[in-house]
């Protein structure tokens, strides 16, 4: 588990970050409870957040030609647990814990990722044990000695969860804007987040079906210009337009205190992402410089690193944010 936190640490250096190293490393080692192995004890991947089943996946981010000064990585607690209950509880206790680590961290905002837990999930026992249960952090030199942003990720693949959501919380249902027979997109996952100001946001994550050829048009259809845009830059920057469809997508809404934020985020299951990489980042960051850090954090800790996904930010002055995302896999794991 330590080499994710000085993978962090280096990353955080590499950026020129001035993230406090003793508070990267404990926040990581408690988000995700001190467990980092790619297989549970059946065998079977721990984490549904990455291919290599390793519950740890960082990002960079930026936009318009810069970057975000912000370390940014995805967790999971408690992946060795196998019975979904003591996992529930595990992921509770390290929200409650990690909430400690905000600016403006309180029991409110420890109240408010319980009761989304338990809106979407009511009985733990009947959530599937791979459910996406995943923890988001992020670091910003603002603040070197605290965590900017806690976000917790729900799974959606528990029966009538997205009703209580939106019944719980009116903001997600202007976002279920799919008709509930399309078959080709639906609703995956929602988080949400709060920043170091107090701020909430709420985000819903659709997916769209793996290998289809229809995926693409079916994306403009529902979601317009702005998947337009990000299905063109894709192409722009080097995707062959006639195998847009082997891509995963997922489209997302997020939600704070200003207007809605269009996002879609593109992985490939077989390819390599590295050259579309580049040259997105080379567009939107304006350098490859914090891509490239990721594959080197990755090296200098003893890991390779694969590119897994590129996330586009649509507003109405266009494409105003490109994140890329990466998971260090390590030969033990």
């Not at 403009?220 to 062959?240: H, I, K, Q, T």
């Amino acid at each position: 588990m330590g080499a994710a936190g000085e993978f962090l640490v280096d990353l955080a250096e590499r950026l020129t970050l001035r993230c406090d190293p003793a508070t990267v490393r404990a926040v990581m080692e408690r988000a995700c409870g001190g467990q980092l192995d790619a297989r549970r004890p059946d065998g079977r991947r721990a984490s549904l957040l990455t291919r290599s089943g390793i519950p740890f996946e960082v990002s960079v981010t930026g936009g318009r030609g810069k970057l975000t000064p912000v370390l940014r990585y995805t967790t999971e607690t408690a992946t060795q647990n196998m019975e979904i209950g003591s996992r529930a509880d595990a992921q509770l206790a390290a929200i409650r814990d990690l909430v400690g680590w905000l600016p403006q961290g309180d029991e409110t905002v420890v109240d408010l990722f319980q009761s989304f837990v338990a809106t979407l999930y009511p009985d733990p026992t009947k959530v599937p044990a791979h459910s996406a249960t995943w923890i988001g952090v992020a670091h910003d030199t603002a603040a070197p000695h605290h965590a900017d942003r806690l976000k917790m990720y729900c799974g959606l693949n528990v029966s009538g969860a997205l009703r209580r959501l939106c019944s719980a919380w009116p903001g997600f249902a202007e976002f279920a804007s799919v008709p509930d027979e399309e078959k080709l997109i639906r609703p995956a996952i929602a988080t949400i987040e709060v920043d170091a100001h107090g701020e909430v946001i709420h985000k819903l994550y659709l997916r769209a079906r793996y290998d289809d050829v229809a995926v693409p048009m079916k994306l403009v259809r529902y979601f317009g210009d702005p998947a337009w845009e990000v299905l063109s830059e894709l192409v722009r920057c080097g995707a062959d337009a006639a195998e847009l469809h082997q891509y995963n997508f997922f489209v997302s809404y997020a939600l704070g205190s200003g207007a809605p934020v269009f996002g879609l985020d593109v992985g490939a299951r077989q390819n390599d992402l590295t050259v579309l990489v580049r040259e997105l980042a080379s567009r939107h960051h304006g350098t490859t410089h914090a891509v490239d850090a990721l594959a080197q954090a990755a090296e200098s800790c003893g890991a390779t690193l694969r590119y897994s996904f590129v996330g586009m930010g649509f507003s109405d002055k266009g494409i105003d944010k490109l994140k890329v995302y990466g998971t260090p896999t390590w030969s033990t794991e």
